[in-house]
């Protein structure tokens, strides 16, 4: 072994230089022989060299010791040994450090302490008066600690604390800590196990307990219990629910959760994982027994309920990616009422799609079901298979590009319309920018369909087929000016589209195009619908115009307004939709962000005989490092008409207001609120409140929030709900309605 022994004396410079170094040599060629012979018959710290710094170095022959003194440095491996006074005697294989030590350890954890004797590469020994600091900042504090062969601290009348000391008193207790007659900290294992705990919150004991034990702050994830469930509901009674974490392997995992519910019986959740090396699979389902109801009111008889949420992703090579979703449940309100999901549709489907160049392909099977009120499972539609394709070409010589989008759809329901469909649209569009700088675009387009539908509402069936040809000029002329600490933009759009009248036959069904809103993001588009059952037929002409002023520091606002005129045909739109007639209501956006804190969003269509609001939707943000509040506002008229998706068409009045808040009271308090009120049909009611108070610092987590509710669904009633939540960190928490 080759020691390597470094150090300077700094109280002792009066020897002179010439004379100082003579020392040095002399000291250095003792060290290194007698450190040679002693490494010869067997090592004190190994077979690694070891490197000291130190203001003063004594070497006794003698005693067999090597005594470094004054800011003393000492490293061998991955390990740094900081004290006032190190002895490394070699005969007994042992190392004492004295005074203001610190070792660092390979996996970044420092002991702090007084008096240390270590042997074997500093890797084992006692230390007194020991502190440690865990790698995540947690501490460990003990009387005495023994570092073992075995890579074990064992910690006698020690203390565990994640919290940071208080930086006004550092004497004082911290918020929660574990005081334990034992501590052992497996380094192999990562686990941190305490005999006789007991757990104190700001220095008052609240909690014993003779054994514990948890992963040590190293460890990602462990299999083992989780922090239960626990709560009351008017409806299921007590509830309880104890989660159990497994880790397979690497690559899988499983979490079950058995719920019991005092009143109504009880669920199973269960989620498992896996990772591939070109893929994922995501596994949730939930299987119970539990009490039924015929409205709202118990049978007295138990029925076994249950959902399934399965998912799949997978990369099949550098063009085709595919997965699947699987997504049911036995009964419309059976997520909702027990709390395990909140979606209003589940979708089934299989799907693959490619990517290559300017191509886009994709091939599906879907089915749907719905949660909401009036949806029916058998009118859900189930559409196998779905053939979607796109290509976009390269300019051409003039400048032009062709696009392609083709459909192959077939749709069944149990109840209700079947189709059959292949929609193939192709496109040119050509751009042109003149030299005055207005920008010119001719785009003409080809619909070619055919469809084969069956039990229509209309009483219609059989085969149809469309050809609907549209020509398309838009015009606009961006103008801009630029002033001392902003530049405006103004840009007047005229769009004239050219198509024939009619091009929606009654054996067509709709099922692509049902949910249609006219505003600012369909003004200028060619065909108005999202899909392509429906085709935007007539000829008319829409304008209108875009401006906006841009501030060189960051915020801006902008405005969009038009309207649209038919003068030929007619169009294939409801009552109330805003476009019944050949002048079109007014349809424009507002959006405001003077800084990154402000954002301000306006989207409305007013009447366009009367300007008055027939469709508004308002959104405001503000962010403030105290406090932040959000608002949203919707008004749909009396009129305007939506579909559910079993195909059937409701009309709706809706007037809303969303409201949430938070304000950071303190460094760790905060508190947070929010209410929906519903203003339909003159009502002013409220169907959502809630309010929270929320401490969170770097060790412990405290929750409590209200919430009061009054939508109702069959068995699914008002209700009040206080929430609980407590977290430790390392330890979990509990989380109580």
Known sequence: MILGLHFWNRTRRHLGIFCWHILVAAVCFSVLTKAGSAGAQESAIGDAPVLMVADELVHDETLGTITARGNVE?????????????TYNQREDTVIATGNISLLEPTGEVIFSDYAELQNELKTGIIDNLRLRLTDGSRLAANQGV????????????????????????????????????????????????????????????????????????????????????????ELGFIYGQPYYQVIDESKDLELMPIVYSEDGGV????YRQR???????????????????????????????SIDLEGRFDFDRTWRGGFDIEQSSGRTYLRRYRLDSREVLTTRAFAEGFRGRNYTSVQALKFQGLNAGDSRDKSPTVAPLFEY??????????????????????????????????????WSLPYIAPAGDIYTLT???????YQTDDLENGQSGDTGRLFPQIGFNWRYPLARAGTNYHQTVEPIVNLVLSPDGGNPDEISNEDSQSF???????????????SDLVTSGSRVDYGFKTGVYGNGGGSSSLLFGQSYRF??????????????????????????????????????LDKDDFSPRRSEIGMRYQHSHFSINADYVLLDDETNSDDIAGETSFLEREQLDISGSLRLSEFWSANGRIVQDFSDGANRTLIASSGLVYADECFTFGLVYERSELEDDDIEPEQTVMLRIAFKHLGGFSSN
């Open 444 to 450: 003409a387009t080809l619909d070619s369909d055919f």
């Open 390 to 427: 796109n290509f976009v070409g390269e300019p051409d010589p003039a400048g032009g590009r062709f696009q392609l989008d083709a459909t192959a759809m077939s749709l069944t329901r149990e109840t209700g319309a079947d189709s059959r469909k292949i929609a193939i649209r192709s496109g």
């Open 568 to 605: 030929l045909g007619d169009g294939a739109f409801e009552a109330g939709s805003g476009l019944e007639d050949d002048l079109s209501d007014f349809v424009g956006r507002v959006h405001v962000s003077p800084n990154n804190n402000l954002d301000f969003l306006l989207r409305f269509r």
């Open 276 to 306: 591939f090396v070109d893929g994922i699979i995501d596994f949730q389902g939930t299987a119970g027994l539990l009490d039924q109801r015929d409205n709202n009111v118990e049978t007295g008889e138990q029925d076994p309920e249950g």
């Open 147 to 234: 570092r073992t062969a075995s890579q074990r601290k064992v910690l006698s009348r020690a203390v565990f604390t994640p919290c940071e000391s208080c930086k006004e008193d550092p004497s004082k207790a911290p918020l929660w800590q574990i005081k334990a007659r034992k501590i052992v900290h497996d380094e192999v294992a990562k686990d941190i196990i305490y005999n006789d705990a007991t757990l104190e919150m700001f220095g008052i004991p609240v909690l014993y307990t003779p054994y514990l034990a948890h992963p040590d702050p190293t460890v990602d994830r462990r299999s083992g219990f989780l922090a239960p469930l626990i709560g009351t509901s008017d």
């Open 517 to 531: 809103l006219f505003d600012d993001t369909n003004l200028f588009r060619m065909n108005r619908f999202s899909g």
């Open 268 to 271: 199973l959740k269960a989620r």
């Open 74 to 86: 000492l490293s061998q491996n991955e390990r740094v040994l900081l004290a006032d006074s190190v």
